[in-house]
């Protein structure tokens, strides 16, 4: 089995069809503004943090990184890619004016940590890690416009995760939580989480791994509905038939009409050069024989 992660879980939680369709068999979801708006912070902020040795970079080498790396997928149109580039320049400048001052080198940028558990593996990527004075502090941008209540964080199923995986892997206390609210410069912080919350969600991973290797992939009804393959979804799939999702079967699994026609013109391409190349040893037989 491939290992858990905090998103793979949440996901088989909310649908375990929609785990299956992504983890199992594959199938890419749709590209989408938030997420690749996100993504594109998340590069920058790893630009400015990710050094040896202080100070960070200056404002305008980290909005020329961002420009250069910025996601340009899942945009309606040129006019929402741009709001969102222009508005993301402004959170980056907000962020860094605010940071700047107190900017410290941190332990971990980006950290991608696997532990054991059980008999599986538990993965998770940490956008960010700072020590204090003891112990040390895990920060989770976010770039969502709803913002985070303190009751959510206490809740938080991703910051226990990530404090089990961090203590069990690098042996460090964990005693600060936070979810860094980009959109709105407020970072909203929790204590450590208890060892027994820590241990209900370790018992709901593995309860969730045995699903998972015993194929359990009903599909289940939930706010996210229909996903981006109602298709295939028992609830959905009379209402969204194959054809009207641009989706198409063939041999080689589920292909968008835009894969199929490309694969078409490609091996179209190879045929024709497979077919001179015979043509050519056609023609060193006939000379051999005669």
């Known amino acids: 089995m491939r290992p858990l992660s905090y998103s793979s879980i949440s996901l ?73 580039f222009d508005y993301g320049k402004e959170v980056l400048t907000e962020f860094y004016n605010k940071n700047i001052k107190d900017f410290k080198l941190p332990m971990s940028v980006e950290g991608d940590y696997i532990i054991d558990i059980g008999a599986i593996k538990l993965r998770a990527k940490i956008d960010r890690i700072d020590r204090l004075e003891k112990g040390i502090e895990i920060i989770d941008y976010k770039s969502n416009a709803n913002p985070i209540t303190i009751d959510k964080l206490k809740e938080s199923q991703q910051l226990a995760i990530y404090q089990m995986v961090v203590e069990l892997q690098l042996g460090v206390r964990v005693e600060r939580l936070t979810y860094y609210q980009l959109r709105t410069q407020i970072p909203i912080s929790t204590e450590r989480y208890s060892d027994d919350k820590v241990e209900k969600i370790r018992d709901e991973i593995l309860s969730i791994a045995d699903k998972i290797r015993n194929e359990e992939f ?73």
């Open 12 to 84: 088989y939680q909310q649908c375990p069809l929609l785990y299956k369709l992504r983890y199992v068999d594959g199938l890419k979801p749709k590209p989408r503004a938030p997420l690749s708006f996100g993504d594109s912070l998340h590069k920058a902020l790893e630009f400015m943090y990710d050094i040896k040795v202080p100070p960070p970079p200056p404002l305008k080498k980290i909005l020329a990184y961002y420009r250069q790396n910025w996601v340009r997928e899942g945009y309606d149109s040129e006019e929402e890619e741009k709001r969102y």
């Open 218 to 290: 009903d599909a289940r009804l939930n706010d996210y509905c229909p996903c981006d393959f109602p298709h295939l979804c028992p609830y959905f799939k009379d209402k969204y038939p194959a054809e009207k999702t641009g989706v198409l079967e063939d041999i080689e699994g589920r292909a968008t009409i835009k894969e199929v026609v490309e694969k078409y013109v490609r091996m179209r391409e190879e045929a024709k050069g497979v077919e001179e190349r015979l043509e050519e040893l056609k023609d060193i037989i006939n000379k051999y024989c005669d």
